[in-house]
């Protein structure tokens, strides 16, 4: 593993424990050629499948891709329906191959939001994988930042009402194993596609050190030299954690 990572240039001791990635450019993908936005999107299926062969292959231990925002919501109703859709077979058809290669499923956000066939589709991948130990998938679907914080808040507040948490025992540990991503380290990398500077409400706690790569590639053009590009521009970056003394290992 060390000797093909370092074949890439990439240092295996430095790489991030944790990759999120905010998928943009399938309308602006498909537009470009003259295609429906629907064609973006099932195109964007390869990238995907890429970045988590990659990262599995690396020995990356967390993905978390932003796939459905709770503001998707606002597009029109066909192209949701596709999106629907879309999720629950991209689910159903690579369970087994994401099972063999030891990959674990989850999904963050507000599940219950979301269609019965996607809910259905997501418990048996969360099932079926829960015990695997390679690369933590996390599906982030019918997700925001805020509302994920809000939800913390108020679930922080309900344990403090019935005894079980005290103001002091609330710290930024305490607070952050109410979010959806409890367990899995804060990002290390977030990486946007299409070229928008903007955190579109993804992971704001989460995210607060994270080094952001911004690339000017549409998502469906995004596949595992890319990765592998972002990857180096986080190994040259130099880790403070708001510290200006000396900079922090990545």
């Known amino acids: 593993m060390a000797t093909a990572t370092q074949a890439l240039g990439l240092d ?41 062969k990659g990262c599995s292959s690396l020995g990356i231990p967390y993905l978390t891709l932003y796939a459905f925002s709770t503001e998707n919501w606002r597009r029109p109703k066909a192209e949701v329906g596709f999106l629907m859709r879309l999720l629950a077979t991209y689910l159903r058809k690579e369970l087994a191959d994401l099972h063999a290669n030891g990959v674990r499923v989850r999904g963050i956000g507000d599940l219950a939001g979301l269609p019965e066939a996607c809910q259905r589709e997501l418990a048996a991948a969360a099932k079926r994988t829960a015990r695997n130990r390679g690369l933590t998938l996390n599906l982030a679907v019918n997700y925001g930042g805020r509302q994920e914080i809000l939800a913390a808040a108020r679930q922080a507040m309900r344990l403090a009402r019935n005894g079980k948490l005290s103001p002091a025992e609330l710290d930024e540990q305490a607070f952050g194993s109410l979010l959806a991503t409890a367990g899995a380290p ?19 706690w989460q995210a607060a050190y994270a080094e952001i790569y911004v690339t000017p590639v549409l998502w469906p053009d995004f596949g595992r030299p ?18 200006i003394r000396a900079a922090a290992p990545a």
């Open 12 to 52: 295996p001791a430095r790489l991030p424990r944790h990759v999120a990635v905010i998928m943009d450019g399938n309308g602006r993908w498909a537009r470009k050629r003259g295609l429906p936005r629907v064609a973006g999107h099932q195109r964007a299926m390869e990238s995907v499948r890429a970045v988590v």
């Open 186 to 204: 804060d990002p290390d990398l977030l990486i946007r596609t299409s070229g928008e500077m903007r955190l579109s409400n993804f992971l704001l």
């Open 226 to 243: 890319q990765l592998i590009e972002a990857l180096r521009d986080y190994q040259g970056r130099e880790r403070r954690f708001g510290d």
